[in-house]
Every structure is written in C-alpha cells, then in structure tokens.
C-alpha cells in the first residue's frame, strides 16, 4: 500500500530580545519553497526534508508537497507572514487526503500573535487533517518544547548533534517512525517534561565529553526499551522570553505497549540528569581578555592552521544583530597576522563600498546601526574595497549542504591586515562558502574571525590551530542576567537561586 505523505516546513528560531521583526522577505532571502520547488531544492541535501525525500523512496510514498519556510535567527515573526504561510499551505493541501503529515519545525519560533509558534501551527493542521491523521514533526534540539505539544503531536524526533549535521538523519528517523504509524504497527504518542531551568545540557554542544552527551547516552538507554520509539532532549533556547523557554526531553513510546504515566517517568527521569548537571557549561573569555589570548597563542602555537575566534555574542544564529564592534576593536588594536572577520552585517557600509568600487580608498561608518547601546557601537574605518559579490552561495556542509544561501550584496573590505566581509543580510558564519563569496579563502589566514557560537566548528574546526570563544557585550550573550525576562515561568535556575528541583 502507497501513502499519501504531507511535507511542510515553518522553521526559524525566535529571538524576542530582538528590536528587528522576522518578515516574509527574510524567509525567502533563506528558502520559501512551494510545491515541486521542495524536491528540487532539497532533494540530496543534508537537511530534514532531503531525509524525508530519502523516505519517500524507500517506502513508496506520494508526497504531497506544500510549503518549506525557513529563515534566518531573528525577532518576532510577523503575523502577515504567517497567514501568508498558512493560505499557501491550505491551497496546496487543498484537494488531497493525506495518510500523514511531515513537519519540520524548529521548535523555538515566537509569532506576533502566538508565543509558541509550534503549537500554532499544530493547530493549523489538525484543523484540516482532523485528529486520527499521524503526524511527525523534525525539531533542532534548541527547541523550546512545551508540554502542551504532546496533545496535537504524534512523533517528535530531535536533532542529536550541534554543530547539526545530522538534520538528514533526523527526518529519515521521524519519517520511518511515521511509515510503522500509518502501517499500524505502532500507535505513537509523545511526553514532554521539562526541569526548572534556563539553560543546560551545556547549550547542546556534542563537539566533546559534557553534559549533553552524558544525558545522551541515558536518553539511549531508555530508547532501547521496548515500547520506546525515540528520546530527545533539547538544551532549549534562552533568547526567547516565553513561558517554556528552557531544556526539555521527549520521549516518543507506542501507546500498545508503553502507558502514559511510564513514558512520563522516563521523561521526568531526563529531566533529573539536565538538572544533576546544570553547572556544566563551557568557559569563554571577555573581550578585555581577547588580545592577550592572541599574543599568548601566537607565542606559543606549533600547529598549522588559523587562530579561529567565535564573536560569542553576536552570533546571528541566535538573532543578533552581527553588526557588533567590540571583538573587531580588540582584533585591529592586536594587529598580529593576516585575519578574516565576517560576517558583518551592514547594508548601508556595503551600499557605499560597492558604489566606490572594487580599489577604492574609502573612511566607512561600520555598526551600531540597529542598537547603538550594545555591540560596541560605531566604529570608523579606512580601508581598500577588494571585493563586490551578490553573496548568493551554496552551502559546502557539512551543515546544509547543498541548500542554497544569501548574504545579499556583499564586499570585502580590507583594512590593515585584516579582511573583512561586510554583507547586506545576516547569515551565522558556519560555511567557509560564504567567506568565499569574496574572495576570502579562510585557510589562507592566520586568524579567522566567525560571528558564531558552535555551528562554525564543523566547517572551521578542521582547519583551526586553536579555537578561542569571546563572549562580549551583544545581543546573544551568554549573560543571562543581562536581559529583563517577563514571561518565564519561576523560579528558575539560574535567575532564582532558591530554585530546587526533583522529579
């Protein structure tokens, strides 16, 4: 028997803190696919739908494609948009009775009108499916996951990497599990739990031995139990001032053989081990510490490669503005070796450099642009125009490889020894392709300079002599008593020092 298979996608991680609002042009500026137009673009890429396209082949489905919506990290997402989505996929679904549906979602998504854009979406689509239709839905496991989500979703599956590289693999687990749902063979359901918490499981990170890959291993041990379709945990997203903002773990069980109430003891159980470990996190330096960080490895290093240096908190991958200057001051003011640094994100600097051409002289007004309060502010810079590029690129992976991307008109800008690639859009340093949309080859360099938090380390991390993360004074700092939470729930650790917890 062939099933009849939905696919969509509505995926953008929600940064509230965020003075710039997440529009319709910011999900096509990354992809905004409709129908045919989602096979073509992510057939063989390393994504959740090139997962669900693996699917479709192995098990004989028809696809019914209908929207795949994604943008770049930002503010709010703007109602407008989300009707628009929601016209586009009720006129492509119109017509079809599907088997079961295919979701990827983030999972920290906010809307103008729904602090839990996922939950609203679900809503959406039972709407139109009805309530016995199967549906499977792909999450980053930055995922804010409220409890809630367990009465409109029938099989969540969570990626287990960060760097993610294994977005594919992820949508051919969700994809296999949706296939034995709509065979019968399983009757999936999902727990959510989640401890009193901001932040754990060391943000996610899988690059070493913490606190994330400890809970990982636990979560596969009470996978391996029958009845037991998959375990996820999500270190949640802090940049999001929700009422569920936090870690959480999913358990995902077959109703024949696994009670609630059990399932809830295992996800309560995932709980304890992100709280037993909540003082796990890694050290970063201040800017103030940066320089001596560089004459101190510069003085020291026997290893090829570049000094790679993570601008922390002005990382647009978690809706920061990536126009920040403090990390750039401390770099010009070191002055040692050749550096790139990118990507800096402004548009107005980029239209000005462009007009003078490539071999211009130009004295330049860099950052402060959208908030002058943080990030460092304004700097002012002369320098040489060596580059002009429409930054369009594909990715090399091995994060997204194949998608496509923009950093919207784009120049090269070097000033001194350093190389510095100014876009018109914000994209998270996490592909050398995009330092390449200018020419700059990041190897070439004695210090590469990415706006990023982790997601570089799969591209960059194999090309590094050492890696130093700076965790400075923008929009995505590590800081959390930096920001005026509104909407947690309380207490919660760390912002409540009374806060206990046992499950």
Known sequence: M????AVLELNQETNTFSKLKTTLKDFYLCHYFKGQEIETHCRGTNSEIG??????EAY??????????????????????????????AETLAGHKPDGVFIVFHGA???ESADDAQIELLQFIRGIVGNDIPIAGTFDLHANSAPEMSALLDIAVSFRTYPHVDMAECGRKAGKLLEDAMRGQISPAIAVRQPPMLNGCNDGRTTHACAMTEILEIADQIAAQDGILATSINAGFYDADVFNTGPSAVVCYDRNKVGVAQAVSHAKQLCQEIWNRREDEDN????????EAIRAHFASNTKQG???IADFSDNPGCGAYSDATTVLKGLLETNIGRAA????????????LAAAGIGAQCTVSLGGKVDPKIGGGAITLTGEVIAISDGNITFEGPMFQGLPASLGKSVCFRVGNTDMLISSERQQMLDKNLFRSVGIEPADYDIVVVKSQQHFRAAFGPIASAIIEVDADGLSTANLGARDYKKLRRPIYPLNTETTFSA
């Open 109 to 111: 998504m906010c809307t």
């Open 60 to 89: 004989g489905w028809t696809p019914v494609y209908t929207v795949a919506a994604r943008a770049e990290p930002g503010g709010l997402v703007e109602k407008s948009m989300i009707e628009h989505f929601q016209r586009d996929v």
């Open 284 to 291: 970063r330096l201040q800017a103030s510490e940066m320089p």
């Open 51 to 56: 997962g669900f396209i693996e699917c479709c």
């Open 2 to 5: 062939s099933f009849k298979v």
């Open 341 to 352: 640094f990118g990507a800096f994100c402004d548009p107005l600097a980029v239209e000005e």
């Open 306 to 308: 570049p000094l790679v």
